[in-house]
Antibody
């Protein structure tokens, strides 16, 4: 069974950098056609796709966040990470990591395993 | 980027059938996936592709698609089905989620 676990500070000061790590067990992040994804959920709101880092290290992110987002992977620890710079209160959210895939050519992105989520609050 | 539109709330009587819909232009080209989220929990994939269910999801959950609309149908609704449901699909800049539908089982 694939398991994902987010970790990182629960409180980040405005204008600072949010840094989260997702530790994966039960699968190797650099094997198989999977896209290791970050998704967030503002309090009481819906889901928002942030971006992914692929099994081969390619990255893509939501256009409105692209200039603040970076993602990386550490295959030795089977972890991938998210950095979001210049955070503001609107970045307060529960951040999820998930395993994404495209099962067929006309399927949408499919996120079959998720971490439990971690609340990050941006506040001074 | 494109949008996916869902009704904010839907209700169903216990044991009855309910359909949750999701509209968006990209659904003409790509199938949606559907996620169930209960309070305080991470979303769970219930339907993906052309009506495919992950292991462990009962066959009471059915997916369908027509033109720009994807639908999640739940037959024989149970109290445990009460949750928020989100659709999701590809768009030109990656992925987009619908706003979510809160399902109430009466």
């Amino acid at each position: 069974q694939v398991q994902l676990q987010e970790s990182g500070p629960g409180l980040v000061r405005p204008s600072q950098t949010l840094s989260l790590t997702c530790t994966v067990s039960g699968d190797s992040i650099n094997y198989g056609a999977y896209y290791w994804t970050w998704i967030r959920q503002h309090p009481g709101k819906g889901l928002e796709w942030i971006g992914y880092i692929s099994y081969s290290g390619d990255t893509d992110s939501k256009s409105s966040l692209q200039n603040r987002v970076s993602m990386a992977m550490d295959t030795s620890k089977n972890q991938f990470s998210l950095k979001l710079t210049s955070v503001v209160a609107a970045d307060t959210a529960v951040y999820y990591c998930a395993r994404g895939s495209l099962p067929a050519y006309n399927d949408g992105w499919t996120f079959d395993f998720w971490g439990q989520g971690t609340l990050v609050t941006v506040s001074s | 980027s494109s949008e996916l539109t869902q009704d904010p709330s839907v209700s169903v009587a216990l044991g009855q059938t309910v359909r949750i819909t999701c509209q968006g232009d990209n659904l003409r080209n790509y199938y949606a996936s559907w996620y169930q989220q209960k309070p305080g929990q991470a979303p769970v994939l219930v339907i993906y592709g052309q009506n495919k269910r992950p292991s462990g999801i009962p066959d009471r959950f059915l997916g369908s698609s027509s033109r720009n609309t994807a639908s999640l149908t739940i037959t024989g609704a149970q109290a445990g089905d009460e949750a928020d449901y989100y659709c999701s699909s590809r768009d030109s800049s990656g992925n987009v989620f619908g706003g979510g539908t809160k399902l109430t089982v009466l």
